[in-house]
């Protein structure tokens, strides 16, 4: 009971660090020009977020499935609604969450698999996020015509969905970034 | 790192190029920019004749919208973000300018798949 109780405290310590992380790599994406003109490109650098929990929390075995989607869900909902509220609107913050939701699904299912490892699933992800931050747009503009913009959104997606996704996979990779995950759960 | 990254990278970008090369097959210029808001075809104007327009977006929104040179261009709004004035230029048929908070699509169309329509205006 009493140590079930302490890993809780410890789990939730480790979901606010996530989320202050990712809020801090969404301010960051917000300062870094990188969208061309063109809507809803962006790099995504707080996807890295959600790759890291998903995949360390795998490496590690230490949670069963369910709870690394919730995890990354948790920290997901909490960046986006923050964010948006702090720094856009709320109908960005619309945009946002189903582009994430969808790709948090998609990732999450690619993260139970062996054989697609984590610069392949960030590629995914980025795609179905563009996909979902699409359908939204196009229920809110009633107008099939934006659907111009996926092949060059589905471009920019695959390159920064691959870099990202190597980034994650060269932290995770790191033996220090294992043990510190490792350890603070016991003790 | 798997092989399995490398095709689906290689197979997403080559899905692009394939998007790519049957838009730009289809690359033709366009004669007529349409403008709708919220869903609502609100306005036609031909390509060919300079104009500078005031668009009255959802929500009390507003884009001035200028056609010179066979080229349609928001040059202002009103709304947030402005990646509509951000926006490059459009021409082509089926080029498009998006301006979600107002809900404004500015849409080059050629005009002539539309023929019918062009003789009952």
Redo the contacts between chains.
Sequence with gaps: MHSQGRRGVRHLALLAMFSALAMILSYVEILLPF?F???GVKLGIPNLITLLILYLEKGTGKNAALVRLTDAGIVLLIRIVVTGLLF??V??IL?SLAGGLLSLVCMFLISLSD??????CS??GG?THNLGQLTV?MF????L??W????IL??F??LTG?AL??LA?MIISRRGVRDYYDRFFEG | MKKTDLIIFFSALALFGTLWLILSLRHTAGSEVVVSVDGVETAVYPLDTDLTVEINGYDGGSNTLVISDHQAKITWADCPDHSCVHQKAVSADTETIVCLPHRVVVTVRSGEENGIDALTR
């Design positions: 969208s003109g063109i809507p856009t609107n109908y960005a945009y054989r697609i490892g984590i610069p392949g590629v995914l795609i747009a809110v503009v009633s107008q015509k934006i111009y913009y996926f092949p589905l471009f997606g695959t691959f996704g190597i996979y």
